[in-house]
């Protein structure tokens, strides 16, 4: 098995997609030695965003990868804030107790 993947342009995809749906999927993972995964992939990306689907690869760009890392960033410091507030709440509490 080839450790290179091999890239599809979208007209390409739309083209297997086409074939499969002609021919199966079976025969057009034959035909252009393509996965069955890439093929249902590729086939749902279709159905739900059309040819601009396609476009996108699988890769992540570099805004994604941004935007993930802010959002793990976010998370934490809301994790945070809400411990500050829960021991707030504690001290709180015990000195309405104390009093």
Known sequence: MSKHRKSWSS???????NYANQHGIPKA???YSVS???IYEWQN???K???TGL????KSSG??????????ENQQLK?????????????DALLKKSK
């Open 63 to 72: 805004v994604t990868v941004e935007l993930r890392e802010l959002r793990r």
């Open 45 to 47: 990306r279709y159905e």
């Open 29 to 31: 993972v034959r035909e």
């Open 55 to 58: 476009h996108r690869s699988r």
């Open 49 to 51: 965003e059309g040819e």
């Open 11 to 17: 007209s390409q995809k739309l083209e297997i997609i």
């Open 36 to 38: 069955t995964t890439s």
């Open 79 to 91: 994790e945070l804030v809400a411990e500050k507030e829960l021991a707030l709440r504690i001290k």
